[in-house]
Structures are given as C-alpha cells and as structure tokens.
C-alpha cells in the first residue's frame, strides 16, 4: 500500500502482486521496488 498525507487528510492506494518469491525477504524487497516504481511513473496520480 502507497499512502500521502494531503494536508489533513491521508489518501492510500492499494497494488496487489501476484509474483512468487523465495523468501519472504525477497518479496517484501520487491513489493518495495515495485511501490517506488509506481509511485515514480504516476506520481500524486495515483490518489485519483
């Protein structure tokens, strides 16, 4: 989940993954990636 604070208010988006990893490790480095790379591509677009 990628979440902003707007003034007073906190808007979330939610992305589901559905990839499989060896590690629980590995996924979580990955889900990271793949929020940053979400958010670097869409921007504050992704609270619309």
């Known amino acids: 989940m990628v979440e902003k604070t707007f003034g007073d208010e906190t ?3 939610r992305f589901v993954r559905a990839e499989k990893h060896a590690t629980e490790a590995a996924a979580t480095e990955f889900a990271l990636t793949k929020g940053r790379q979400i958010v ?3 921007g504050d677009h992704v609270f619309d």
Request: glycine share 0%; proline share 0%; net charge neutral.
């Open 11 to 13: 808007k979330s988006h």
């Open 40 to 42: 670097e591509q869409l």
